[in-house]
Nanobody
Framework: EVRLVESGGGLVQAGGSLRLSCAAS????????IGWFRQAPGKEREGVSC????????YYTNSVKGRFTISSDNAKNTVYLEMNSLKPEDTAVYYC??????????????????WGQGTQVTVSS
């Protein structure tokens, strides 16, 4: 059974940091694209970052470039999202998902077929 479990969310002040984890089971993260997405209340879901572990390629949406870092630990079959210099507008439920390739429209999430349950990130001003 394919499963993705996010953890690491919480409440943090603006300027603070959090590290999210996405623990995968039922497949190997190195064989797939793993993406992080977020959805704030009343807003559409947006892609934050994704990684192709086998190639070492990473992708970021413009609003998080220079602040967020995606990485993977193949031994733990886990993908991380290190979030620094957090802003109130980063507040959202964060989800990880599995994809098969990185499309030019990856940020829309249409090419990801398995999703975790999400973890809440709240950044206070």
């Amino acid at each position: 059974e394919v499963r993705l479990v996010e953890s690491g969310g919480g409440l943090v002040q603006a300027g603070g940091s959090l590290r999210l984890s996405c623990a995968a089971s039922g497949f190997t993260v190195d064989d797939y694209v793993i993406g992080w997405f977020r959805q704030a209340p009343g807003k559409e879901r947006e892609g934050v970052s994704c990684i192709v572990s086998s190639h070492g390629n990473t992708y970021y949406t413009n609003s998080v470039k220079g602040r967020f870092t995606i990485s993977s630990d193949n031994a733990k079959n886990t993908v991380y999202l290190e979030m620094n210099s957090l802003k109130p507008e980063d507040t959202a439920v964060y989800y990880c998902a599995r994809g098969h390739y990185v499309a030019t429209t990856w940020e829309r999430g249409y090419d990801f077929d398995s999703w975790g349950q999400g973890t809440q990130v709240t950044v206070s001003s």
